[in-house]
């Protein structure tokens, strides 16, 4: 499974980006995805993950209320709608995939992931 993620840029504070993740296979509905970034000098943590079909989503604590997580499996993408940006939200976002046959949320971002894509740079400024 090869995963492409697009949309990043540079936005100010306040501002919205839509990330982008295309994957290879089709249809996605096998697969658990998540999104998750990388800070420069900081461990990368879980953003949100979607179970299978969209029915569940799970979002880290930091970015609730302002993040929306969401999945087309027939045409192999899953988006994450980011609002009200914020300078500490600068890192490089990556879209993950996971065959699985249980989604939990509360788990889902600690669980390992098998395909990871290249990752995309989101810039805010302040």
């Known amino acids: 499974v090869q995963l492409q993620a697009s949309g990043g840029g540079l936005v100010q504070s306040g501002g919205s980006l839509r990330l982008s993740c295309t994957a290879s296979?089709?249809?996605?509905?096998?697969?658990?995805m998540g999104w998750f970034r990388q800070a420069p000098g900081k461990e990368r943590e879980f953003v949100a993950t979607?179970?299978?079909?969209?029915?569940?989503?799970y979002y880290n604590n930091f970015v609730k209320g302002r993040f929306t997580i969401s999945r087309d499996n027939a045409n192999s993408t899953v988006d994450l709608q980011m609002n009200s940006l914020k300078p500490e939200d600068t890192a490089v976002y990556y879209c993950?995939?996971?065959?699985?046959?249980?989604?939990?949320?509360?788990?889902?971002?600690?669980?390992?992931?098998?395909?990871w894509g290249q990752g995309t740079l989101v810039t805010v400024s302040s």
């Open positions: 296979v089709r249809p996605l509905s096998g697969y658990v």
């Open positions: 993950a995939a996971d065959r699985r046959r249980t989604y939990s949320g509360s788990s889902s971002g600690r669980q390992p992931y098998k395909y």
């Open positions: 979607i179970d299978w079909n969209g029915g569940a989503s």
